[in-house]
């Protein structure tokens, strides 16, 4: 049998259209070599290519085999702790407006407090129902379009957080103290792309480092521009930080790593160090904004006055019991539901309960970076590493503040737990994303994202 029948023949077995192009080429590359082989032995070209081509076997039990083996897998460990960890979340939503209702002014009508409970829960399971509604569906796409043209998705992303943050948020409800808080969740979209970005300069060296750097440049001047928190911000630059720290210890960008790494860490450092610095002098310099620097010398001065908000924190998770004292500070605290879900958990169901979730998540953490550290696919592993650290990164920041160790950068979201739907949403891509990866493991090369060949049938070869 020639061998371009051959593959047609085990191409056909393969029921997954995307899988087929990787194990096409991977048979013809094995039958090429070992006709190499039997040339080099002194076999005849036309001889040694059917020789090769027999000793694959029969085509349509070699494709069935394969096709075992090439095809979608879920990752079904990794969804349910996310199911779980979404359900709990839910439950810690009703526990919050529940405690409210109970603590209600005396004289509140009971009515009034019974269509808000009823307003909230049913908001709460709305945003936990579409969260696993996104989950599923972006796991169902292929993420290798992540690959497809990254740069220039990029520009689009940076026109479209500066012409929404200057024409439109601006007038809206989403522009908190001159600072446009909406802008949190592109910038969380960003994350995966930016990891698109930075595959598709491997193998370019400093050249296509510096591209990097200067579109992450470009994202700071847009959410400049944009008016966006510091606290989204400083989540993006962690993450963009630990891509391309990842993209250079891989060796995408030559041989030379310390001195690529210190041009990335060195500004890294120095810049906040700068700015610590500068909030002891804010008076006088005014780069940052009052309540920045204020945030600031709490944390590295001696200003103990300075945040009320962590002091309650502190004071609240210190008369929780160990099963909870069934109440939540939502009297004490400004959206519980959204930057203090944590605090809530501890205080309602107690540090039991509230040590066995954190620990649910720090797992499911541990899973997705194994998950992502073990694929083949380097487009897969660069952008389920930005995916993992961002919902790292994200939870970290808000554990530190609700569990009152400190607060310097406002928390912004706490994946699978705070309230939102935004926060629902943009956390639910992440999470899809993490598992497109593993399902698609198996099928997407990352030749498929340009690919030299159509596979049809027959196979073709285009020029």
């Not at 808080?181 to 994350?191: A, E, W």
């Not at 953490?365 to 919902?391: E, H, M, P, W």
């Not at 808000?398 to 949403?425: E, R, V």
Request: charged letters at 15%.
């Amino acid at each position: 049998m020639e061998m371009h029948d051959y593959l047609t023949v085990l191409s056909s077995q393969i029921r997954s259209p995307k899988a087929r192009p990787m194990v096409v080429e991977e048979i013809r590359n094995h039958i090429e070599d070992q006709a190499d082989a039997y040339i080099a032995e002194g076999v005849e070209k036309e001889e040694a290519l059917q020789k090769a081509v027999s000793d694959m076997g029969d085509p349509i039990e070699a494709g069935v085999a394969l096709d075992r083996i090439h095809r979608p897998k879920m990752q079904w460990g990794l969804l349910t702790l996310a199911v779980v960890l979404s359900l709990i979340g839910l439950l810690v939503q009703i526990a919050i407006v529940w405690s409210g209702a109970k603590t209600a002014p005396v004289g509140a009508l009971d009515a009034e407090i019974a269509a808000v409970v009823r307003a909230y829960i049913g908001r709460a399971v709305l945003c936990t129902f579409l969260s696993l509604v996104v989950i599923v569906a972006v796991c169902l796409l292929d993420y290798s379009f992540l690959g497809k043209h990254p740069i220039a998705a990029w520009w689009l992303f940076l026109a479209l957080i500066i012409f929404d943050g200057i024409f439109i948020g601006s007038q809206g409800r989403y522009y908190i103290n001159g600072s446009y808080r909406i802008g949190y969740y592109y910038l969380t979209l960003m994350v995966p792309l930016f990891a698109a970005v930075v595959f598709s300069q491997r193998g370019k060296g400093l050249k296509g480092l510096f591209k990097c750097i200067v579109l992450y440049l470009m994202a700071e001047m847009a959410c400049t521009l944009a008016s966006i928190t510091i606290s989204p911000r400083v989540e993006m630059e962690t993450v963009f930080l630990v891509v391309m720290t990842t993209a250079i210890l891989k060796g995408w960008f030559g041989e030379k790593k310390g001195a690529r790494l210190a041009i990335i860490w060195v500004p890294a450092v120095i810049i906040p160090c700068l700015l610590v610095a500068a909030a002891f002098f804010n008076d006088s310099l005014h780069i940052l904004r009052d309540y920045q620097a204020d945030r600031l010398k709490s944390v590295f001065g001696s200003q103990a006055e300075w945040g009320y908000q962590l002091f309650v924190v502190r004071d609240q998770i210190q008369q929780t019991a160990w099963l909870g004292n069934g109440t939540t500070p939502i009297r004490e605290l400004p959206a519980v539901q959204n930057d203090y879900a944590v605090t809530a958990m501890i205080t309602y169901f107690g540090w039991l309960f509230a040590l066995f979730v954190i620990c649910l998540f720090l797992y499911f953490i541990g899973k997705a970076f194994r998950t992502s550290f073990r694929q083949k696919n380097q487009l897969g592993f660069i952008v389920g590493i930005a995916c993992t650290a961002s919902l790292t990164i994200k939870g970290l920041i808000y554990l530190i503040t609700n569990l009152g160790i400190f607060s310097i950068f406002a928390q912004m979201s706490m994946p699978f737990l705070s309230y939102g739907l935004w926060n629902a949403l943009v956390n639910g891509v992440l999470v899809g994303l993490l598992l497109s990866i593993y399902r698609n493991k198996d099928i997407v090369s990352e030749k498929s994202i340009k690919p030299k060949y159509r596979f049809t049938l027959p196979i073709q070869k285009v020029e």
